[in-house]
């Protein structure tokens, strides 16, 4: 498979030279050096308001997956297009509003809320808790007993759904941490309906990431359906009904459903039920937005296959090392005739998983500058200082505008805040 082929929206090739959206590529390396993440806003754009579209006339609130990417420009940039957020920890929530985000637009998902993070939630007036165990949901009433407030809840079902993913993002079986199984949860929900600081407004389903058919969604949100039927029959109103996310995106060549097939699909069997629909995608909106740009150091003969070392790292990604995740790897400049060979694309961290593809068919000689495609989500987001290594800059690229939205780390930034004791001056 030609590695050009597929190219994501923000991405082209004109006379040889990689662009984003209206700029040479190669000039973001000259300029801002390597590594480096880049985004296309346009491409961020298009994405959310293809989710957006995908609802039709359906009442719907799109909560961007916080976790994906969480630099503050992207988040103030899908605030602006009204975009809910969906949170996982105290510091996402404050990302969020730091970026102008509408804290009533937010809902908290993740199965370890701490009491300062459920405080600073309940002051700040998030759309609602969506709860993983019955000793969440205590914690939460007292709380809110505490602050004579009213907590806004949804429960998130485990529907023991095999999403068909890769297992360390599988979230939905019954083996997994996240959520209760339906029974639990209808247990739950009636104390939270007899509370007096605790409101069940919701329900809410996460099955897992990456997921490139529509069938485990259907099946999950048929588990939703049958539970708000049985709540309201017991007087418990649901108000909006959250699928979670996780829809995938193209790496390589795999068929993708499109978000208008996803809600199409779910709508046919949520809409008789008149709920709100919800739903958290993250990296189908950012994740193909984004490429990390690397030089290659050192083309190495090994004795049984070429290496190209280059300067990103699995601290830079670290999708390939954890997943055996496969991202596409194109040559930022193609020269007509170029001899290729096929190499694993190594960086210098000291670990054998540090890989960022294996076998790939490249022009990649010394110096040369490499782009590794689908890097907008959990690319940054997971980026790590392993080995002593700065994080990359980040930039923002709109048309032939470029905007540095995250600085890149100094060494002596890495180890300011440490200290030797004085008995070793």
């Known amino acids: 498979m030609s590695s050009d082929l597929n190219l994501p929206n923000g991405f082209a090739r004109q006379a040889g030279s990689l662009f984003c959206e209206d700029t040479q590529v190669s000039d973001l390396a000259e300029q ?11 491409a961020i754009t298009d994405a959310f308001l293809t989710w957006k579209q995908a609802f039709g006339d359906a009442r719907h609130l799109v909560c961007y997956a916080v976790k994906a990417n969480s630099n503050i420009a992207i988040l103030r940039l899908l605030a602006s297009l009204g975009s809910g957020f969906d949170i996982v920890s105290g510091g996402e929530l404050e990302r969020v509003l730091t970026a102008g985000g509408d804290a ?22 998030i759309r609602c808790f969506n709860v993983e165990s019955s000793s969440e949901l205590y914690l939460i009433e007292k709380i809110a007993s505490e602050r004579g407030d009213t907590a806004r809840i949804s429960i998130r079902i485990n529907p023991d759904v095999d999403a068909k993913t890769h297992p360390y993002i599988s979230t939905g079986l019954k083996e997994n941490k996240f959520g209760v199984n339906a029974q639990q949860a209808l247990e739950l929900y009636r104390y939270a309906q007899g509370a007096s600081h605790l409101q069940p407004v919701g329900v809410d389903c996460h099955i897992g990431s990456q997921l490139t058919e529509v069938a485990p969604f259907v099946e999950s949100v048929q588990h939703l359906r049958d539970l708000v039927l049985q709540l309201r029959k017991s007087g418990i109103n649901i108000e909006h009904i959250d699928i979670g996310g996780g829809l995938g995106i193209q790496y390589s060549d795999e068929a993708i459903p499109s978000p208008s ?147 890149r780390e100094t060494l002596s930034s890495l180890w300011q805040d440490e200290q030797i004791p004085e008995a070793l001056l």
């Open 32 to 42: 801002f050096g390597t590594p480096l993440y880049i985004y296309s806003q346009t």
């Open 104 to 125: 009533a637009k937010v809902v908290f998902s993740g199965v370890g809320k701490s009491p300062a993070e459920i405080r600073r939630a309940l002051e700040v007036g």
């Open 261 to 407: 097939e996803l809600i199409s699909a779910v709508r046919a069997e949520l809409d008789p039920l008149d709920a709100e629909l919800m739903i958290e995608p993250g990296r189908s909106i950012v994740g193909n937005a984004g490429a990390l740009l690397t030089k290659v150091l050192v083309e190495k003969a090994g004795d049984t296959k070429y290496f190209a070392v280059v300067d990103a790292a699995m601290n830079d990604l670290l999708r390939p090392a954890l997943y055996s995740a496969w991202q596409n790897i194109v040559e930022v400049s193609v020269t007509q005739g170029s001899e290729k060979n096929t190499y694993d694309i190594v960086g210098p961290v000291c670990e054998t998983g540090d890989f960022l593809g294996k076998e790939r068919s490249l022009s990649a000689r010394e110096g040369d500058l490499l782009a590794v495609m689908g890097a907008g989500a959990y690319s940054f987001s997971m980026a790590s200082n392993y080995n002593t290594r700065p994080r990359a800059a980040e930039i923002l690229v709109h048309g032939s505008h470029t905007h540095i939205i995250r600085q």
